[in-house]
């Protein structure tokens, strides 16, 4: 148990880890947006992370196994981050958080798409979706 779990909780345990404002929002990016690579991750950032926060947090999920990070063949100084099966099971959790925001919030019509597909056929769209991204991110170790 880390200095910082305060019980063994489950959800104490995964805030843990996923409990800040940037967590979820860098594995939106990478799941979503497929945004691999650092930089892709900071410019695209339309919450504006800074860089220094980004660096804590790919570090925070490669630690935890949610993310590995890998020199990337197409560039000597770039590493690829890609989620692993921990990673993937995330979907859901991503998915029902954002299914809440687009029914309690204000949020951006053109942002729920995504969403709105998730809602109605929730198994099956998350099912195609983690195998999707199963696929995407297995392949290229």
Do not use: C
């Given at each position: ?8 909780c ?12 940037w967590s ?7 799941i ?6 650092f930089?892709?991750?900071l410019?695209s ?7 220094s ?16 990070r890998?020199?990337d063949?197409t ?30 919030c ?8 995504v969403?709105?597909e998730?809602?109605?056929d ?20």
């Open positions: 148990m880390s200095a910082t779990d305060r019980s063994r489950p959800i104490n345990l995964t805030v843990e880890i996923l409990g800040d404002r979820l929002l860098v594995l939106r990016d990478i979503f947006a497929d945004r691999r690579h930089r892709e991750l410019r950032s339309e919450e504006r992370i800074t860089s926060i980004l660096a804590d947090r790919l570090e925070r999920l490669t630690s935890t196994g949610i993310l590995t890998e020199d063949p560039h000597r100084q770039k590493a690829r981050y890609t989620l692993t099966k921990k990673g993937i099971e995330l979907v859901p959790v991503i998915a029902t958080v954002a299914q809440w925001g687009a029914a309690h204000d949020a951006d019509p053109e942002k729920t798409d969403v709105a998730l809602a109605y929730v198994p099956a769209a998350w099912t195609r979706l983690m195998d999707r991204l199963a696929s995407q991110h297995t392949r290229e170790r």
